[in-house]
């Protein structure tokens, strides 16, 4: 059973970075889409960015240009490069398939003051 792993939160300025890898336990995620999705306080949880198994991305309106996902199939990981962060971005930050499918983590909280 696949177990998804983020990490890399934290507190940023505006205008900061941040990189999150994901890693997968358990098992591998070769051959899923794999997407970061955040949450924020009172707000239903959005899919940000996706990326299928051969590298083809999808970017949230709000985010292309700033982040970037990219993926290691060989070592099972999937990162998020967080660039020009902006308060609005503040959320719990998950990994997961697209559609949903392993279940969720905890998420890795990401704070961006202003």
């Known amino acids: 059973q696949v177990q998804l792993v983020e990490s890399g939160g934290g507190l940023v300025q505006a205008g900061g970075s941040l990189r999150l890898p994901c890693a997968a336990s358990g098992g591998i995620f070769i051959g899923k889409v794999m997407g970061w999705y955040r949450q924020a306080p009172g707000k239903q949880r959005e899919l940000v960015a996706q990326?299928?198994?051969?590298?083809?991305?999808n970017y949230r309106d709000s985010v292309k240009s700033r982040f970037t996902i990219y993926r290691d199939n060989a070592k099972n990981m999937v990162y998020l490069q967080m660039n020009s962060l902006e308060p609005e971005d503040t959320a719990v930050y998950y990994c997961e398939a697209v559609p949903v499918w392993y279940g969720w983590g905890q998420g890795t909280q990401v704070t961006v003051s202003s």
């Open positions: 990326i299928a198994s051969g590298g083809l991305t």
